[in-house]
T-cell receptor
């Protein structure tokens, strides 16, 4: 069963507009949530994270929102730039010691100039 | 700092052949991981090593073995490759492997098994 779900395989957004990527999870024991960005032929790179004690975390153009009651998080990118075109993975982990990440299936974001 | 390095970048094997994927990190991290990425499946954990001298199975360990050679190096071995192991393999490392730790990924190895 897929504990972390990204239901949109792809998303296209005009340059300068807001990109919103969504992620849902089923395991209520998840405590930390991370977003990774992946360019073709490269490994994923960490983008931003949020712990379950917060509902928002911001880093420059990137903001992650967490709604624990809905088991939903979203990544907002504003304004979107051509260099943001990549695959974005949502990941989650618990808080019991050595924690493994559970990844979603990814959303391919394309920014249209 | 090179970060996380992986060799080789590409490999083609015939069914039944064996090979070892190499991974090294120079960030003095304690935990290391091997993932595979398949279309529509995201990244799935094969094996991980919480610290030097320890290894544990992840979500999809069948057909693989690992060795944590020292703190820097973590290798993944396919003893008898199968077409189902065609995938992109990523190695990653993190400082302590605890909740919230960032994992840093290598560039990946694209493996094709014919």
């Amino acid at each position: 069963d897929q504990q972390v779900k990204q239901n949109s395989p792809s998303l296209s957004v005009q340059e300068g507009r807001i990109s919103i990527l969504n992620c849902d999870y089923t395991n209520s024991m998840f405590d930390y949530f991370l977003w990774y960005k992946k360019y073709p032929a490269e490994g994923p790179t960490f983008l931003i994270s949020i712990s379950s004690i917060k509902d928002k975390n911001e880093d420059g153009r990137f903001t992650v929102f967490l709604n624990k009651s809905a088991k939903h998080l979203s990544l907002h990118i504003v304004p979107s730039q051509p260099g943001d075109s990549a695959v974005y993975f949502c990941a989650a982990s618990g808080n019991f010691g050595n924690e493994k990440l559970t990844f979603g299936t990814g959303t391919r974001l394309t920014i249209i100039p | 700092n090179a970060g996380v390095t992986q060799t080789p970048k590409f490999q083609v094997l015939k069914t039944g052949q064996s090979m070892t994927l190499q991974c090294a990190q120079d960030m003095n991290h304690n935990s290391m991981y091997w993932y595979r990425q398949d279309p529509g499946m995201g990244l799935r954990l094969i094996y991980y090593s919480a610290s030097e001298g320890t290894t544990d199975k992840g979500e999809v360990p069948n057909g693989y073995n690992v060795s944590r050679l020292n703190k820097r190096e973590f290798s993944l071995r396919l003893e008898s490759a199968a077409p189902s192991q065609t995938s992109v393999y990523f190695c990653a490392s993190s400082y302590m492997g605890q909740a919230g730790d960032t994992q840093y990924f290598g560039p990946g190895t694209r493996l094709t098994v014919l």
